[in-house]
């Protein structure tokens, strides 16, 4: 009995660090401007404000008991989905579920992903694993968890800085809380192609290159099967 007493302690006080970290990253995104209200994307019930993009056309996704589900394989792929509304400078809470083997990726704007994937055993995970940002950083730490439990992403976004001319003079930067472990702490998403400089510019299997531009939130859908829910955003109008 006391054992369990115990152990009730423990996941409580997790929760509560866990809950203070989220609460760090909101605190951060009011410091920069006026944050709007909290707007859930999916509706738990079908797939209105969501759209397959990137030319792709199966019908791999369907909503199943309030959780909205992707079923492909890597030989029968499935599509990407992309919500209607595009965003600029925003935070997204988002819950996932990762089968064995699973692989996807949440991609902000359409073109940055902090990818999804089946890596709770790696001790030390690269940008490939769960936490980290495709192309460009590895996570600071593991956090991840075992296959066929619900996790999250807790993300800031702040976007692509342009002149007047409408040149980039600094590159995207994000945050990535992964259950509530900060593994990406204000990054910017910069990277160098093969024999090219280091350059803002997407990280790879975006929905376009236009990093000026506002962009929809995508949910890699064509590498494995994937269950979300609980996705929301608020948008931010910096200082």
């Known amino acids: 009995m006391r054992l369990i007493t115990v152990l009730m302690l423990l996941l409580a006080l997790t929760a509560a660090l866990i809950a203070q970290d989220v609460d760090a990253l909101n605190a951060t995104a009011e410091d920069l401007g006026e944050a ?23 019908d791999s996704w369907s909503v199943e008991d309030g959780i909205l589900t992707n079923v492909c394989t890597h030989d ?64 600071l730490v593991q956090a991840a968890k075992p296959v066929g439990e619900w996790q999250s992403y807790d993300i800031l976004f702040l976007a692509p800085k342009v002149d007047d001319a409408g040149n980039v003079t600094a590159a995207a930067r994000m945050t990535v809380y992964l259950n509530g472990v900060l593994v990406q ?28 531009e506002p962009g929809c939130l995508m949910l890699q859908g064509d590498h494995s099967s994937m269950e979300y829910k609980n996705i929301k955003v608020r948008e931010i109008t910096l200082n």
């Open 36 to 58: 709007g209200e909290w707007e859930d994307l999916f509706n738990g019930e079908d797939l209105t404000g969501w759209v397959k993009v990137k030319g792709h056309t199966k």
């Open 76 to 139: 029968d792929r499935g599509s990407d989905l992309g919500t209607e509304r595009l965003f600029t400078d925003h935070q997204i809470h988002v819950e996932f579920r990762v089968p064995e083997a699973g692989n996807s990726g949440v991609y902000v704007q359409g073109r940055y992903e902090a990818q999804i994937a089946d890596t709770a055993a790696i001790e030390e995970p690269t940008m490939g694993h769960c936490g980290g940002i495709w192309a460009v950083s590895d996570p």
């Open 185 to 212: 702490d204000d990054v910017a998403l910069e990277w160098a192609k093969p024999g090219e400089p280091v350059k803002p510019q997407p990280t790879g299997g975006q929905i376009d290159d236009n990093i000026t």
